[in-house]
């Protein structure tokens, strides 16, 4: 006998959280799909040479690889790279922009750490151009985004994005164009380690006293996003790409606005770098208001050319990202999510006895017909421990079969909320499970 | 530069052919949790002493197996396996007889075959009880079969059931119980090799030919499900398994027909056999009436003590799967599959030109509000172009915004299918949309 099992660091849930889960699945799907993204369902394992065309360092020791007969394979690390693979391939039969998305488990065989999944699922969606892609896109996630929290309901949450371009033209113009990278890094901490350290690094790297008081006059700008905005347009920096950011942010305001996204869903941040050497515009972070501690929930931007490594057409994109196990987990923990069940149906049909099975069958059949998720107790067992069972599960409604109801043609219809029985037809039952 | 591909063996498809894909999974979920199926969703990697603790032969040359730091792994190359380590492992926190249904990918490293995958969708459903199963749940599978591809709307199609009880009683009373076995192995060819070489078949495993006769006088019943039923309990057979399964296929057809399934989608079929050394009583199989050559689209049956591996609690169940990726590519290679669609929006909003893109955005925003999957056409091409694109995807209502259309507050909305258009306001025009 084998101890029954699976490995740290992989979710499996027991039947009432899965429901949970699913629902939230489902949630994002639908508002997805709203949005006119596309399914798609790449396959799980891939040929090693194309899927790590780009891959190395850390995220190449966290592939799980493997030889099969001929085939050096891999398991996906992300969705991003089977959509460049895929975009790549399919180039001539697709319709451009591509807008898809795909909610898929990904591997990444990590040290097990609390919150840290080897198997995961990320529901992404991406819009790919080809050699060019509208800026209205950038003003498109979010609010795809908005829609989601707001149908998951976890209460106030914030988008917050940023301008690469803004970033990078301003530290371009302080002469600092070469050291962007170990800037942006450093000012990342700017959250967990405050100003102070970030400056005594920032001088670690070489950066002057006046570049480093520029700097913070960037990353301070506080207030409404149209103060935010103006403040930063009233800048004194001569440098096209920051022009350019400065511009591209308040259209993508503009259009998020336009879109019907309440101004207190979002905010301008001009500390929000990401994905250092992929993201090129837009950047985005979304937190739950009340729940800081889980940090960004979905996160996501702009990048250009995504299939360098497949073809030579160029293809930018815009891309965001919800880790849905990562963030279901949390949620769990938080005790945020609540109201599971134990079932999915709505009435389960109990007969007294096992002579009333066949008129408790004949009316699962109707219920069934009729559109209502319905199961049928059929152990015979003493009618305490039936009633005990669909209390357990938590059965909105009990369709009770005794001999009499069977002989007129009846059933005891029980709300197990009210605990209220009446004796009615089978069709009436129906229309009153059917009316809540 | 690495040309973009994957292996053979795996499906991936174009977004036409993924909605109606996930069409297909929608219904069968959708009938799943309807009968009361609760969902799972067990990890694609396992360890491999508990995934691999039966498996052995054919099985294991097929698994995905690989080391990753200390752990020996393999992928999932069933739902069943991964079932039976869930319901021993989480056997107290579980309500039995467990309902639950999986739709997962499992991995089969097979030499590629046409219409042999090595990454597929199974659609499982099974309901384990903790030592005995109401026989009930033998007729429930099938009704749950009969709704699903009631909903797919393929065509005709029929149930074929048996129960394997008949056939080992059957065996036994002629002396055969040892030879049950390759008795059956040789009649399941039946269909393929003909009567002739069955028989002489069965000459060559040393069975007389008093026996194969009544071998063949078994087989060779035929009429209506109620005169099988009659001349199967006709038969002069004195075995007690014999009719123990003769009574059980008596009432799991009565129960199916209580449930509400046609006659003409069900029948009983004596040489029906299956998974020879798993199942123990009613077994099925499942055919498009108007395509043969597909075989058998949906299987399955009762075993006993799925858990044997894992825990010393008796578990029997009941289970029945669809290969959906295989049913998938043979539908599609038959023809069946069509009214595909390129999108998933109902309405596209078209800004005449980048001045109307403002009142554009504002549209979809209050569109997609109402609930109406809704995009933008948002490059800057011309209205041929334009046009043309919609057209390509197929999506039923175009909204155009010229210069007069947004100074008046209104929309042109455009039914792509009459190419009817008229200017009215931005609500009408979502009731219009709303109403189809």
Do not use: W
């Not at 795909?102 to 529901?123: D, H, L, N, T």
């Not at 113009?173 to 690094?201: N, P, Y």
Request: net charge negative; with cysteine; charged share 25%.
């Amino acid at each position: 006998m084998v101890t029954p099992r699976i490995l740290t660091g992989f979710m499996e849930l027991l039947p009432e959280d899965q429901i949970l889960f699913n629902r939230m699945m489902d949630t994002i799907r639908g508002v997805y799909e709203e949005f006119g993204f596309l399914p798609l369902d790449t396959p799980t394992i891939e040929l090693s040479e194309v899927l790590l065309a780009k891959a190395g360092g850390e995220t190449e020791k966290q592939i799980y690889r493997f030889q099969k007969g001929d085939h050096d394979l891999a398991l996906r690390f992300d969705l991003t790279v089977p959509l460049a693979r895929y975009v790549a391939q399919h180039e001539n039969d697709l319709v451009f922009p591509f807008k898809r998305y795909q909610m898929s488990k990904v591997f990444r065989g990590e040290r097990p750490q609390k919150g840290r999944f080897r198997e995961f699922y990320q529901c992404d969606i991406d819009i790919i151009g080809i050699d060019s892609l509208p800026l209205y896109y950038d003003a498109e996630m979010p609010s795809v985004i908005y829609h989601v929290f707001k149908k998951l309901d976890f209460g106030p949450f914030t988008i917050r994005l940023n301008n690469r371009k803004v970033l990078n033209g301003f530290f371009s113009s302080l002469g600092l164009a070469d050291q962007i990278a170990d800037v942006l890094r450093t000012i990342d901490k700017l959250d967990k380690i405050g100003e102070e350290k970030v400056r005594l690094e920032l001088g670690e790297l070489g950066i002057t006293e006046a570049q480093t008081d520029s700097i913070m006059s960037l990353i301070h700008i506080k207030g409404s996003t149209d103060e935010i905005l103006a403040q930063v347009e009233a800048l004194p920096v001569e440098d096209e790409t920051f022009r350019e950011g400065v511009s591209e942010l308040k259209e993508v305001v503009s259009n998020m606005r336009l879109l019907g996204m309440p101004d207190e869903n979002f905010e301008v941040d001009l500390t929000i770098a990401r994905g250092l050497d992929y993201y090129t515009g837009t950047v985005y972070e979304t937190r739950l208001d009340d729940y800081p501690q889980l940090g960004s929930v979905c996160s996501g931007g702009r990048y250009d050319n995504l299939t360098g490594f497949y073809t030579k057409t160029n293809m930018p994109g815009i891309g965001i990202s919800i880790g849905l196990t990562r963030l279901f987990s949390q949620l769990k923990e938080a005790g945020i999510l609540t109201g599971g069940s134990k079932t999915l149906i709505k009435a389960l049909v109990v007969p007294m006895g096992p002579d009333q099975m066949a008129a408790a069958v004949q009316t699962a059949g109707a219920f069934r017909r009729a559109g209502i998720s319905t199961d049928i107790y059929s152990l015979t067992k003493g009618m305490k421990q039936k009633m005990k069972y669909a209390s357990r599960i938590g059965v909105p409604y009990v369709i009770l079969i005794g001999e009499e109801e069977a002989a007129a043609g009846k059933v005891a219809l029980k709300d197990m909320s009210s605990s209220e029985q009446k004796i009615i037809s089978c069709e009436e039952a129906i229309q009153i499970v059917l009316s809540r």
